[in-house]
């Protein structure tokens, strides 16, 4: 399987400041369709997770543009221009390209 | 707006199968798309079980396979999980949840989710 490394795995942020996760394969994501299938979702406290990335930096509608994903190959980074309280929680990088989709150990955020 | 609704027992004991249904709102299954399961243990991060196509086809993690049966009735616009010889380790918070599969086995992930049940393996 491949696996998704997340640093750093805790990520205290002061609130309107930026913050930044990587996310790393052990091959890489692009798939023989040209696309890289490398996907962010966000689970708040208490709640499902939710997808805000898809194919490494597409939003999801309704997903704020401070999110943003970017990256190729093996190596990819979600940030987050200025963190708000509503932003707290996991978040997860997920590969769909390879069988089976695997996830991120997933990198808590919360505020300082 | 698609809206997912797990249901099934709460408590399963060791040996036995754990059964969970997702019912699906807002979208007939019938439609398109696969559907999916993913489980997250207390505290931990999130596995993919497996996906269903509305023709019965499916696609497994291959670490449960052996255990997993996921099946669809499209009449009543439902999915379900079967994960038979349970135990301990299979406790977890179990979703349901739609997944875009856009080619064969790749996928943008899930972008609809269930808000997920606990099953806990006790005897």
């Known amino acids: 399987d491949v696996v998704m490394t997340q640093s750093p795995l805790s990520l205290p942020v002061t609130l309107g400041q930026p913050a930044s996760i990587s996310c790393r394969s052990s091959q890489s994501l692009v798939y023989s369709d040209g696309n890289t299938y490398l996907n962010w979702f966000q689970q708040r406290p208490g709640q499902s997770p939710r997808r805000l990335i898809y194919k490494v930096s597409n939003r999801d509608s309704g997903v704020p543009d401070r999110f943003s994903g970017s990256g190729s190959g093996t190596d990819f980074t979600l940030k987050i221009s200025r963190v708000e309280a509503e932003d707290v929680g996991v978040y997860y990088c997920?590969?769909?390209?390879?069988?089976?989709?695997?996830f991120g150990q997933g990198t808590k955020v919360e505020i300082k | 707006q698609v809206q997912l609704q797990e249901s099934g027992p709460g408590l399963v004991k060791p040996s036995e199968t754990l059964s969970l249904t997702c019912t699906v709102s807002?979208?007939?299954?019938?439609?398109?798309?696969?559907w999916g399961w993913i489980r997250q243990p207390p505290g931990k991060g999130l596995e993919w079980i497996g996906s269903i196509y509305h023709s019965g086809s499916t696609y497994y993690n291959p670490s449960l396979k052996s255990r997993v049966t996921i099946s669809v009735d499209t009449s009543k616009n439902q999915f379900s999980l079967k994960l038979s010889s349970v135990t301990a380790a299979d406790t977890a918070v179990y979703y349901c949840a739609r997944d875009i599969v856009v080619v064969v086995a790749a996928t943008e992930g899930f972008d609809y989710w269930g808000q997920g049940t606990l099953v806990t393996v006790s005897s």
């Open positions: 997920m590969q769909g390209t390879h069988w089976p989709q695997t």
């Open positions: 807002g979208y007939s299954i019938s439609s398109g798309y696969y």
